[in-house]
């Protein structure tokens, strides 16, 4: 399972409900009721097996002329401590690289 989308569907999903409330109120709400289940459904199998020490991550190099690169990691310490903005060698998610 790709980190990058976890973080992308809620946000691409908080366009629906303006989109569907012009069908009422009720179908407004279970469309960001969908939107909310269906990220926590896709979360659980990466956070399980990062519980059994196999984290889900995601490296990809954005400027490389400038050394910047993107990584994002779902470990379990980061799932429980709330940390998702370091990785396990404390580094921020976008860091310069030498």
Known sequence: ????ILIL?????????PLTIRFGRNICTWSAMAVTACTL????????????????S???SWLD????????RMDGLAALTGQEGRNRKGHAILSFQR
Do not use: S
């Open 9 to 17: 569907l809620p946000l691409l999903g908080a366009a629906l409900p």
């Open 58 to 60: 995601m490296h990809r």
């Open 41 to 56: 459904v896709l979360t659980v199998t990466p956070l399980m097996q990062a519980f059994q020490g196999n984290p889900a």
């Open 65 to 72: 002329g400038a050394g910047l690169a993107l990584t994002l």
């Open 1 to 4: 399972m790709n980190v990058l």
